[in-house]
Structures are given as structure tokens and as C-alpha cells.
């Protein structure tokens, strides 16, 4: 059975992939320049980076299916602001799944693309961070959560 709302039990996975990417790619440059690991076990960064993109996706849609009924309770500018993050979040996600995929790549290519795609992993924690903190204001300032209890309040005036 799933949890309603859902969109608050999906989040959760994209931060913490967020959180992990930047350690595990660093790990990974490590390995291979110290001759632990060969340059191929990027593979994994590159997998944990596609899982962030579609678990960013997937976050944004169980939002958009849970707006209109927070709507009711949360001024439409503190959505849209989180709204517009969390977008960011996915385009800078796939900018560095695609700059990570090149690390794929043999030669000078991939070796100017694994620590760019580090660098660049940095970046999403950051925007990471933002969209979460948005989330949570939503929540626990805006008081999102009362469109899922008994007697939530009506809707604040524009």
C-alpha cells in the first residue's frame, strides 16, 4: 500500500542520492588514481547520478499531483517557489548525469569529465539543500500538512 500523500515518502530518496553522489564519485577518483580501482567503476557514479534524475522527476510529479490540494491551505507563491526549485534541481541533475556519462569515456575525455562531474555534483547538494529547505518550510512554516488532517483550515487570502 502506498502512503498518502506520497510525495512526501519520495523525496527523501533524490536528498539522499544527492548527499551520497559527491562522496562516491570522489571515492571513485581516488580509487582509480591510486590504482585500487580501474577507471571503469565511475560505472556506479553514473548509475547513482541516472537514479537522482528520476527520482528528481519523480518527486516533481508526486508534487504536481499534491498542489492542488495544499493549494487550499498554502499560499500558491510558496509552492511555486519550491516548484521552481526542485526543477532546477532536475535540469542541474541531468546537466551532470550527461557531464558523468562522459567520465564513461576512455582518454583525455573522460579523464577531464570524472572530476568535473565531482565538481558539478557539489553544485546539486547545493540546490539540493534549497528545494529541501523550501519543502520543509512548506510544512512546518506554511503549514502544508494541514491539507491531509481533519478541519485543515481554510485557504490563506492571496
Do not use: K, N
Amino acid at each position: 500500500m502506498l502512503p498518502d500523500p506520497l510525495h512526501p515518502a519520495v523525496v527523501h530518496l533524490p536528498i539522499a542520492l544527492a548527499a551520497l553522489i559527491p562522496l562516491v564519485a570522489l571515492a571513485a577518483l581516488l580509487a582509480a588514481r591510486g590504482g585500487w580501482l580501474p577507471s571503469r567503476a565511475w560505472a556506479f557514479v553514473v548509475l547513482l547520478q541516472a537514479c537522482l534524475v528520476g527520482s528528481a522527476w519523480l518527486a516533481i510529479e508526486t508534487g504536481e499531483q499534491e498542489e492542488e490540494r495544499v493549494e487550499r491551505v498554502v499560499a500558491e507563491r510558496h509552492i511555486e517557489d519550491h516548484e521552481e526549485g526542485a526543477e532546477r534541481l532536475l535540469w542541474a541533475a541531468g546537466i551532470v548525469l550527461l557531464v558523468s556519462a562522459a567520465g564513461l569515456a576512455s582518454g583525455r575525455v573522460g579523464a577531464l569529465a570524472r572530476p568535473l562531474g565531482f565538481v558539478l555534483s557539489l553544485g546539486v547538494v547545493a540546490l539540493t539543500v534549497d528545494v529541501g529547505h523550501s519543502g520543509g518550510e512548506l510544512v512546518y512554516r506554511h503549514g502544508a500538512a494541514s491539507a491531509y488532517t481533519q478541519g485543515s483550515p481554510p485557504a490563506p487570502p492571496p
